[in-house]
């Protein structure tokens, strides 16, 4: 039961230019969510999070928006740089309650120079 | 550099073998957890440690998986009668409890390959 859902597989973006790569959930209890970067042969980094609290949060280049009443959010890069290129997980977890850190498939992301 | 360190790297064996993965958390964090990936997948939870304490597991983690956590420091998961189902990414990641507890800091995980 795949309770975090990334729909879109692989994202191809010109340097420069905005990339929107986007999450859905499908548990209501989830109160906090992140979104993660992943290079090859690498764990993966922690990139921004958000709580259910809040409807935005921007840090540098990114920003994370939350549609709680769609279950759904988004990571904005811009500008992309190629240096963005890697493959990004959104996860959710129950922040006082939950131990666990529910994790979507991932999307590709390639920025072209 | 006091990340989350993962030996080893890389594990080739053969199906049937047993193999043990150790995670050496940052030293600070109270919270462990196992992780694993596979190909074209996010990392799914496998267990989670308070201290020495193993709190919760996956119904993913079969009866030839365990994980230690002798004294609240380093973990260690063992595969026994491994499997070619069983070759995955395995991830360590910590957090510490309190204040940045929202977020999992991962090791770079140990790839494993049954042949």
């Known amino acids: 039961d795949q309770q975090v859902k990334q729909n879109s597989p692989s994202l191809s973006v010109q340097e420069g230019r905005i990339s929107i790569l986007n999450c859905d959930y499908t548990?209501?209890?989830?109160?906090?969510f992140l979104w993660y970067k992943k290079y090859p042969a690498e764990g993966p980094t922690f990139l921004i999070s958000i709580s259910s609290i809040k409807d935005k949060n921007e840090d540098g280049r990114f920003t994370v928006f939350l549609n709680k009443s769609a279950k759904h959010l988004s990571l904005h890069i811009v500008p992309s740089q190629p240096g963005d290129s890697a493959v990004y997980f959104c996860?959710?977890?129950?922040?006082?309650?939950?131990?666990?850190?529910?994790f979507g498939t991932g999307t590709s992301l390639t920025v072209i120079p | 550099d006091t990340g989350v360190s993962q030996n080893p790297r890389h594990k080739i064996t053969k199906r049937g073998q047993n193999v043990t993965f150790r995670c050496d958390p940052i030293s600070e964090h109270n919270r462990l957890y196992w992780y694993r990936q596979t190909l074209g997948q996010g990392p799914e939870f496998l267990t989670y440690?308070?201290?020495?304490?193993?709190?919760?597991k996956s119904r993913l983690l079969s009866d030839r998986f365990s994980a230690e956590r002798p004294k609240g420091s380093f973990s260690t998961l063992e595969i026994q009668r491994t499997e070619q189902g069983d070759s995955a990414m395995y991830l360590c990641?910590?957090?510490?409890?309190?204040?940045?507890?929202?977020?999992?800091?991962f090791g770079s995980g140990t790839q494993l390959s049954v042949l």
């Open positions: 996860a959710a977890n129950k922040y006082y309650t939950g131990n666990q850190f529910y």
């Open positions: 548990n209501s209890m989830f109160d906090y």
């Open positions: 440690f308070q201290n020495e304490a193993q709190l919760e």
């Open positions: 990641a910590s957090s510490p409890t309190g204040g940045g507890s929202e977020k999992l800091f």
